[in-house]
């Protein structure tokens, strides 16, 4: 890890702001404040901050729906996340689109989709507009492995590499789609090997080691700005948690489990700055009250929220 120990430090801070939101969000949908799916992503907290934290603030991002990490990465208002995750008017997305549907173009987030790679051929458009308006831009997708297997990713990495799109596609491998092991579903040891179809440059990275997220992401976004066409980067990571809260996880072990909790990316790059740059337990106390206090905040502003006008139940709305 050779990044700068301020830029280590709020990487830090946003991992953990993400970890305490998902904590926090688990809470509140045990006591039924939160309704609908919930899909949390501990655990991958390093692949969103390493990949958001590598590209500018104007650039495009879509996600999946179990995107809140990348989303408050990119640098979305926590109080709104939290509001919409209540349901609440003051929500990123008014209230009306729950856990797995926030946008916010104002931080060129164009939303997190429920369909399981349907956010793969959007952060494609969004690259050939920044490639015929040559305004510098990239877009980057991030997606799990389950997306792989479908039409509309495969018609994205052609176009995308046809036409050298500015596009950067982070695959969060965590080894299930949904509760599936990847081996049942894709005969190739490497996700990334895909790529090498649509003769696309493709790589490989530990998904928990946030530098390794960030040096991968920030090479792809430069070589797309310089015009050399998309990258495909596989991200190996694990989600701490079940596909969706109820998740009996009967498909994995708890060994399995326990061994990637040992491998937790937040405990792995605190042990790193306390070792390296010498960060102390008081140091790190103090991250984290602020981020509790960020997230308490986050809560009372959500709850205190109206909910939306019903009248306003088909505003919004395209078909």
Known sequence: MSLPKDLLLSMYERMALIRAFEEACVQLYMEKEIRGSFHPCVGQEATAVGACFAINPDDYLT?????????????????????????????????????????DPSIGLLGENAIVAAGVPIAAGAALSAQLDRNGRVALTIFG?????????????????????????LCENNLYAEMTPLAKSNPLEQVADRA????????????????????????????????EGPTFIEART????????????????????????????????RAHLAQAEGVTDAEFDAIHARVQQQIADAVKFARESPYPDPEEAYTDFWV
């Open 63 to 103: 996600c999946t729906y179990r995107g809140h990490g990348a989303c408050i990465a990119k640098g979305i208002d926590v109080n709104a996340a939290m509001a919409e995750m209540l349901g609440r008017r003051t929500g990123v997305s008014k209230g009306k689109g729950g856990s797995m549907h926030w946008a």
């Open 196 to 227: 090498k179809g649509y003769n696309m440059r493709a790589v490989v990275v530990d998904g928990n080691d946030v530098c390794a997220v960030y040096d991968a992401v920030r090479e792809a976004a430069r070589l797309a700005r310089a015009g």
């Open 145 to 169: 492995d389950g997306a792989i297997n479908q039409g509309a990713f495969h018609e994205a990495l052609n176009m995308a590499q046809l036409w050298k799109l500015p596009l950067i596609l």
């Open 238 to 269: 694990y989600r701490l948690l079940g596909h969706m809260i109820g998740d009996s996880e009967s498909y994995r072990t708890k060994e399995e489990v326990a061994a990637w909790r040992e491998r937790d990316p937040i405990k792995r790059l």
